[in-house]
Nanobody
Framework: QVQVVESGGGLVQPGGSLRLSCKASGFTFSTYALSWYRQAPGKERELVATISRLGVTTNYADSVKGRFTISRDNAASTAYLQMNNLKPEDAAVYYC??????????????WGQGTQVTVSS
């Protein structure tokens, strides 16, 4: 069975840090690009960061560049999102998304159920 499970969310004050984890199982993790998305109340889900299959390439939304770092450990089938200097506008449910990169038409992509990040004093 396929599982994508996020963890590490919680309540932090502005300026604080959190590290989110995304542990995957049931598929070949290293053939999937990993992304972190977030969705705040009343807003559409937005892409926060991506990392390529072997972790060579990363990309970030402008809003988090310089503050967030995405990484992955393929041996552990786990991706991470280190979030520093958190701002109230970062508050959202954060989702891990695994995209099959084996072919452009691959459809077996997986979403986690999300982990809540709250930034408040």
């Amino acid at each position: 069975q396929v599982q994508v499970v996020e963890s590490g969310g919680g309540l932090v004050q502005p300026g604080g840090s959190l590290r989110l984890s995304c542990k995957a199982s049931g598929f070949t993790f290293s053939t999937y690009a990993l992304s972190w998305y977030r969705q705040a109340p009343g807003k559409e889900r937005e892409l926060v960061a991506t990392i390529s299959r072997l972790g060579v390439t990363t990309n970030y939304a402008d809003s988090v560049k310089g503050r967030f770092t995405i990484s992955r450990d393929n041996a552990a089938s786990t991706a991470y999102l280190q979030m520093n200097n958190l701002k109230p506008e970062d508050a959202a449910v954060y989702y891990c998304y695994a995209k099959d990169m084996s072919t452009p038409w691959a459809t077996k992509n997986y979403w986690g159920q999300g982990t809540q990040v709250t930034v408040s004093s």
